[in-house]
């Protein structure tokens, strides 16, 4: 007798058959399979293939599709790349409109973009994830047969290329001419598809009805040598629910030239559940080896640590700590030190599978097992019968792996505490299917080689910046011996450079050296020593080592485009060297350290340490109230500046001059010069590399030194704009790093746009000296008007080359917030909703009302995830207070779409009806009121930000030229007054506390406001007495189905009679006993039918008092809601209740019933 395996020894047997599974499909046998089907339109049928790729023993390396569904887009597929037509408006096939719907489902719904029909192209291809992209290319046919045929071009070997065709006959629209002469031109050609033809050369003797388009096929690929491989007469189609009978034909062909045949190893079509009826899915096996994409990625998780710090330790012993007196010593140490990683990555860091490796299974097949059992009995069965129990099986199987997915989710959650991570993994389903790029287009010109596409980037990134051989770097610009530079301290302390290794992230890419943060955390007592040396020296000598120069710059798709082919729709990313990074971080906070002592950088500047995006609007709301609140009302003009590639476009011994004028120590300086000069890079794209090559211009994106360079080669901007004199006009300008507004406020439009553009004029003068290039077609410009202002929108626009023909907008994003014309806000909130509803979307994909993450957890991802989307920039934008004393404040109609976003998304959470009072959620869920919320921040931002010198300079500019009286009417001064109050109290109550609680204490005491507010006691269910944390504990350890249940009950809001009569569901309110409506109460306590199973609960719960049913042992009651309410939307979870059983329930279901004899035949335990 085997004795039973610990924990530890089955995990390792689970590793080991995981690895032999990937051995065997990476390892496999050179072939080749190609897989065709016709899959209706349908997702379900594209679902059951997605299943059945899954759960199949052998890679599927191409599947050619036929009459995909209009949202393929939106279905995800692990391991393959989904190659699919343009969106393309002139294809109009009817069924695009008509099966592209779908049920409209009663309740909360989330708008789905994912869910929007396309007009695709009627044909597309599956592509493994282990063929590399530039070894393939899909020509979609553009002539006659446009949208009904594609041409795949893979790529074998230097000396071959194989054409596989992909056709579909829709409606018999192909030109069967123009079609011959595509799929054979070649020589290498593969053809399959839906022909939608009877001829007897594929369909046998049987054929009665022969089309003339299908004597052409035949004809036309006979006298090309094509080789028919569907065996003659099998059937490919059926009508009905069977493979036989007059409603089958053979339609669904694959023809091979005759160079390729030699290479048929298999032609066959296996059994797919989900296939059963229509088109068969049809399997192509070819003797042809192909390349297959390596893995790259290093596990550092599955790492030794102690093997791997021993190793690394042995291959530092020999560096030892020599005296690093020159520049080129640092680089030979730096160099050692980085090698010394190299054998512990290589032997002791396990690469991730390969892409697209399938992961062994576990879970039986049903429909499997269902047909073994029919061979093994000899059971006979009609057809229909058969049909049936097997699209049943189908139908176990989908539910089965759904609730397997959800518990699955539901224990890594409880167990690993991995909510965000699912939360990520849930937003990565949601995202559409993208083609490989396989052209850029510049200037007019088509790249359309990797080479060409590399180049592209190239020249967009770095115009005329680059060079593939190094080149000299010009010499430092001569310091002036008359300044007198600032004091910085070169010292650098252990514990410093200890703390930094401690803090690194984990979980971020390494760079070319492959080192990442984790290898570092691992073996940080050996390396701590070297690493302080080293970075001692550089800052001694002030010195970059080149070790750390080289870097890899990564092309990412910009979120929301539907073009790819320009290169500004792709977003750079540099891939450093980690340690690099680190002596990088050191040199940045002494810095910033000298920046802030010193106030080095703009005040109007607001990407500098200490402030935000919040105080960049504040100062820009702050001026245009001010413009408002005075005697006459002047008008306020902005304009927002584009630079066209902010980072990479720096001149370099332009920002040493700046640098050296700001008074920068001579060691600081030869750090900078050192850290940008005899810098490398390559280019990745997705499925290509390319070479490396020298980068001479610019600041490297991605490194900790970067920003707050750029911070100081801007400065000239805002200086030359804030120098800028009018006596009619007065010039606001502020910036956020790169991004660049000037503010004009006058008595007159068209005086704005004058002075806009002398400004405009002032700033091209600078940027003409430096080097730097703006995009004046980009620029925003939007005259502010009052609300209530009787003055007619202007469209003057500044006379700036670039902006002739636009008009001003209504409004404008500025950094993440939506600024409209009047400052109502509406924008900004319709913005909101929108990122709101694709947050929860996102989280809508892990979970449904009755299985995946509990509420719990749900609550906490909208509380950190949704809820600060609502809130961004609140302190600038959400002004809410007292009607007489706080001025131009949101109309009521905002603040009740920001209340409807925050009730939507907690319905979603909780799990309550559509016409459950948003009041009754948030007590439900202990989630304070959105407009309670947004004003605790906002004022607590304002507490936080008073008597500082950015607070100051604001009151100057609201007291200028204004009397008291006009003071008060700016709704910012309003606003302080509660700010204050606030900060007052919170520090009578800090004195009696530790300084930590300092936030907490701003929070309750603004709770205990909030409270005393007969305002917010108006609602029963948010008065003092039923709000606080006691509600949401009982929801804590509760399934998901059973806290929806629990809510429901509680709120009254559920699926019985009365709620279903009042939405025109059901014909009456009374319950089937007839003594009364069908209520939560009466269910509970009075039903006459439920009086025999009410005994187990009384039983369990050991009382019989409604409202403690409720709120003691919740669970109970839920549990027995959940299997004797019948409602249908809990019929699945009725399953895991604990008074789930035939004898306990009255209204066990049919289809359980068939459920157990289902399973009792496929596993052969039915008499």
């Keep these: 007798?085997?004795?039973?395996?610990?924990?530890?020894?089955?995990?390792?047997?689970?590793?080991?058959?995981?690895?032999?599974?990937?051995?065997?499909?990476?390892?496999?046998?050179?072939?080749?399979?190609?897989?065709?089907?016709?899959?209706?339109?349908?997702?379900?049928?594209?679902?059951?293939?997605?299943?059945?790729?899954?759960?199949?023993?052998?890679?599927?390396?191409?599947?050619?599709?036929q009459d995909i569904p209009p949202n393929i887009r939106a279905i995800q597929f692990p391991d393959h790349i989904l190659a699919f037509g343009p969106n393309s408006p002139e294809l109009l096939p009817a069924r695009v409109e008509e099966q592209g719907k779908t049920k409209k489902r009663k309740g909360f719904q989330i708008t789905n973009p994912c869910l929007e029909t396309e007009k695709l192209h009627a044909v597309a291809y599956l592509m493994h994830k282990s063929i590399p992209i530039a070894d393939w290319d899909v020509e979609f046919h553009d002539d006659v047969n446009f949208g009904l045929a594609a041409t795949l071009l893979l790529r074998i070997s230097d000396e071959q290329t194989i054409a596989i065709h992909n056709v579909h006959n829709?409606?018999?629209?192909?030109?069967?001419?123009?079609?011959?002469?595509?799929?054979?031109?070649?020589?290498?050609?593969?053809?399959?598809?839906?022909?939608?033809?009877?001829?007897?050369?594929?369909?046998?003797?049987?054929?009665?009805?022969?089309?003339?388009?299908?004597?052409?096929?035949?004809?036309?690929?006979?006298?090309?040598?094509?080789?028919?491989?569907?065996?003659?007469?099998?059937?490919?189609?059926?009508?009905?629910?069977?493979?036989?009978?007059?409603?089958?034909?053979?339609?669904?062909?694959?023809?091979?030239?005759?160079?390729?045949?030699?290479?048929?190893?298999?032609?066959?079509?296996?059994?797919?559940?989900?296939?059963?009826?229509?088109?068969?899915?049809?399997?192509?096996?070819?003797?042809?080896?192909?390349?297959?994409?390596?893995?790259?990625?290093?596990?550092?998780?599955?790492?030794?640590?102690?093997?791997?710090?021993?190793?690394?330790?042995?291959?530092?012993?020999?560096?030892?700590?020599?005296?690093?007196?020159?520049?080129?010593?640092?680089?030979?140490?730096?160099?050692?030190?980085?090698?010394?990683?190299?054998?512990?990555?290589?032997?002791?860091?396990?690469?991730a599978s390969p892409p697209g490796s399938k992961r062994p299974k576990n879970k039986p097949n049903l429909v499997r097992l269902a047909e073994e059992r029919e061979r093994n009995s000899a059971v006979a069965r009609e057809s229909q019968q058969h049909f049936k129990v097997k699209r049943f099986a189908q139908n176990v199987i989908r539910k089965e792996r759904s609730a397997f997915f959800h518990r699955m989710l539901s224990q890594d959650i409880a167990k690993r505490r991995r909510l965000f991570f699912w939360a990520r993994r849930g937003a990565s389903w949601n995202k559409k299917a993208l083609m490989p790029i396989r052209q850029l287009t510049s200037d007019k010109v088509t790249h359309r080689t990797p080479d060409g596409m590399a180049g592209c980037f190239r020249q967009a990134m770095w115009p005329d910046g680059t060079s593939d051989e190094r080149q000299v770097p010009p010499d430092r610009p001569p310091d002036d011996s008359e300044r007198v530079p600032f004091v910085v301290s070169q010292d650098l302390e252990k514990s410093e450079v200890k703390s930094l290794i401690a803090r690194a992230p984990s979980g971020k890419a390494a760079g070319p050296d492959l080192l990442a943060y984790e290898g570092m955390k691992m073996a940080q007592e050996e390396l701590l020593p070297y690493l302080h040396h080293l970075f001692a020296a550089c800052l001694k000598l002030g010195h970059h080592p080149a070790a750390f120069k080289q870097a890899c710059t990564v092309m990412l798709r910009k979120a929301g485009k539907d073009y790819y082919e320009q290169p500004k729709s792709w977003r750079p990313v540099a891939l450093l060297p980690c340690m690099g990074k680190l002596l990088e971080k050191i040199f940045t906070y002494r810095l910033k350290q000298l920046a802030v002592e010193h106030n080095l950088l703009p005040d109007v500047q607001f990407g500098t340490p200490g402030k935000c995006t919040t105080k960049a609007l504040q100062y820009l709301l702050n001026n245009v109230y001010h413009a408002w609140t005075g005697k006459?009302?002047?008008?306020?003009?902005?304009?927002?500046?584009?630079?066209?590639?902010?980072?990479?476009?720096?001149?370099?011994?332009?920002?040493?001059?700046?640098?050296?004028?700001?008074?920068?120590?001579?060691?600081?300086?030869?750090?900078?010069?050192?850290?940008?000069?005899?810098?490398?890079?390559?280019?990745?794209?997705?499925?290509?590399?390319?070479?490396?090559?020298?980068?001479?211009?610019?600041?490297?994106?991605?490194?900790?030194?970067?920003?707050?360079?750029?911070?100081?080669?801007?400065?000239?901007?805002?200086?030359?704009?804030?120098?800028?004199?009018?006596?009619?006009?007065?010039?606001?300008?502020?910036?956020?790093?790169?991004?660049?507004?000037?503010?004009?406020?006058?008595?007159?439009?068209?005086?704005?746009?004058?002075?806009?553009?002398?400004?405009?004029?002032?700033?091209?003068?600078?940027?003409?000296?430096?080097?730097?290039?703006?995009?004046?077609?980009?620029?925003?410009?939007?005259?502010?008007?009052?609300?209530?202002?009787?003055?007619?929108?202007?469209?003057?626009?500044?006379?700036?080359?670039?902006?002739?023909?636009?008009?001003?907008?209504?409004?404008?994003?500025?950094?993440?917030?939506?600024?409209?014309?009047?400052?109502?806000?509406?924008?900004?909130?319709?913005?909101?909703?929108?990122?709101?509803?694709?947050?929860?979307?996102?989280?809508?994909?892990?979970?449904?009302?009755?299985?995946?993450?509990?509420?719990?957890?749900?609550?906490?991802?909208?509380?950190?995830?949704?809820?600060?989307?609502?809130?961004?920039?609140?302190?600038?934008?959400?002004?809410?207070?007292?009607?007489?004393?706080?001025?131009?404040?949101?109309?009521?109609?905002?603040?009740?779409?920001?209340?409807?976003?925050?009730?939507?998304?907690?319905?979603?959470?909780?799990?309550?009806?559509?016409?459950?009072?948003?009041?009754?959620?948030?007590?439900?869920?202990?989630?304070?009121?959105?407009?309670?919320?947004?004003?605790?921040?906002?004022?607590?931002?304002?507490?936080?930000?008073?008597?500082?010198?950015?607070?100051?300079?604001l009151r100057r500019i609201r007291r200028q030229?204004?009397?008291?009286?006009?003071?008060?009417?700016?709704?910012?001064?309003?606003?302080?007054?509660?700010?204050?109050?606030?900060?007052?109290?919170?520090?009578?109550?800090?004195?009696?506390?530790?300084?930590?609680?300092?936030s907490l204490n701003i929070s309750r005491h603004l709770e205990d406001c909030y409270y005393e507010n007969p305002r917010y006691r108006s609602a029963a269910e948010m008065d003092k007495a039923g709000w606080g944390p006691h509600n949401l504990k009982r929801y804590r350890g509760l399934s998901r189905a059973q806290s929806t249940m629990l809510i429901q009950c509680r709120t009254e809001f559920i699926a019985l009679k009365p709620y279903l009569c009042n939405i025109k569901a059901s014909d009456t309110p009374i319950c089937d006993c007839g003594a009364g409506p069908e209520t939560v109460f009466h269910v509970f306590i009075q039903c006459e039918m439920l009086a025999t199973a009410r005994v187990d609960l009384y039983t369990a719960l050991g009382h019989r008092d409604f409202y403690r049913m409720l709120s003691e042992k919740p669970e109970i009651a839920a549990d027995w809601a959940i299997t004797h309410f019948d409602i249908p939307q809990f019929d699945y979870a009725s399953l895991d209740s604990r008074f789930d059983s035939v004898e306990s329930s009255t209204s066990a279901s049919q289809p359980l019933n068939v459920l157990d004899e289902l399973k009792a035949w496929l596993y052969g335990t039915a008499t």
């Design 961 to 998: 030229g204004r009397t008291p009286a006009q003071f008060e009417l700016h709704p910012y001064h309003g606003l302080d007054y509660p700010a204050r109050s606030l900060l007052e109290r919170a520090n009578e109550s800090c004195r009696d506390r530790k300084a930590s609680n300092m």
């Design 170 to 351: 829709q409606l018999k629209r192909v030109e069967i001419s123009d079609l011959l002469q595509r799929v054979t031109a070649t020589g290498q050609d593969f053809l399959v598809g839906d022909f939608n033809l009877h001829h007897p050369s594929w369909g046998g003797d049987e054929v009665t009805t022969i089309e003339p388009q299908a004597i052409e096929l035949a004809n036309g690929l006979a006298q090309a040598g094509m080789e028919l491989l569907t065996t003659r007469g099998f059937r490919t189609y059926a009508r009905g629910k069977c493979f036989a009978g007059e409603f089958s034909s053979t339609i669904d062909l694959t023809y091979v030239s005759s160079s390729l045949i030699p290479f048929v190893r298999e032609w066959q079509s296996p059994d797919v559940p989900g296939f059963e009826s229509d088109h068969r899915v049809i399997m192509t096996t070819l003797n042809l080896e192909i390349n297959r994409l390596p893995s790259t990625y290093y596990m550092w998780k599955l790492a030794k640590p102690d093997k791997f710090r021993a190793c690394v330790g042995d291959s530092l012993k020999p560096i030892g700590f020599p005296a690093l007196t020159s520049t080129a010593m640092i680089d030979n140490y730096a160099r050692k030190v980085v090698q010394a990683f190299g054998p512990a990555i290589e032997t002791l860091v396990p690469l």
């Design 1 to 65: 007798m085997e004795m039973p395996l610990s924990k530890g020894q089955e995990k390792r047997r689970k590793a080991q058959r995981r690895k032999e599974r990937l051995t065997r499909l990476m390892d496999s046998p050179s072939d080749l399979s190609i897989f065709q089907i016709n899959v209706k339109a349908a997702p379900d049928r594209i679902q059951s293939l997605k299943n059945w790729i899954y759960d199949c023993d052998h890679r599927v390396d191409i599947v050619c599709l």
């Design 632 to 953: 006459f009302r002047r008008l306020a003009t902005l304009m927002g500046l584009d630079i066209t590639g902010a980072y990479d476009g720096v001149e370099r011994v332009k920002l040493m001059k700046i640098l050296q004028e700001t008074g920068l120590p001579e060691w600081m300086l030869s750090f900078i010069w050192s850290f940008l000069t005899d810098r490398s890079t390559d280019m990745r794209l997705p499925g290509f590399t390319s070479s490396s090559f020298w980068v001479n211009m610019g600041i490297p994106q991605g490194s900790p030194l970067s920003p707050i360079l750029f911070l100081f080669f801007s400065m000239p901007i805002v200086g030359a704009a804030s120098e800028y004199t009018n006596s009619r006009v007065k010039i606001y300008p502020f910036a956020y790093v790169d991004d660049t507004y000037l503010l004009a406020v006058s008595n007159d439009y068209g005086d704005n746009c004058k002075a806009l553009k002398e400004c405009h004029d002032r700033i091209m003068e600078w940027a003409d000296s430096v080097g730097v290039s703006f995009s004046p077609h980009k620029y925003h410009v939007m005259h502010f008007s009052p609300s209530h202002s009787r003055i007619d929108p202007s469209k003057l626009m500044p006379k700036i080359p670039g902006l002739e023909g636009k008009e001003p907008e209504r409004s404008i994003r500025i950094l993440g917030v939506e600024v409209d014309c009047k400052l109502n806000w509406r924008k900004q909130v319709e913005e909101v909703r929108s990122k709101a509803n694709a947050k929860m979307n996102d989280i809508a994909r892990i979970c449904n009302t009755t299985a995946g993450i509990d509420m719990i957890s749900l609550r906490q991802l909208y509380i950190t995830t949704v809820r600060p989307i609502i809130s961004h920039g609140c302190g600038a934008w959400f002004i809410y207070g007292d009607q007489e004393r706080v001025k131009f404040q949101i109309p009521n109609t905002v603040l009740g779409s920001l209340v409807s976003i925050q009730n939507q998304c907690l319905r979603m959470v909780t799990g309550t009806l559509s016409r459950t009072t948003g009041r009754t959620v948030n007590k439900e869920a202990y989630v304070e009121d959105i407009l309670v919320y947004l004003e605790r921040v906002a004022t607590l931002q304002r507490a936080r930000a008073l008597d500082t010198p950015d607070h100051e300079r």
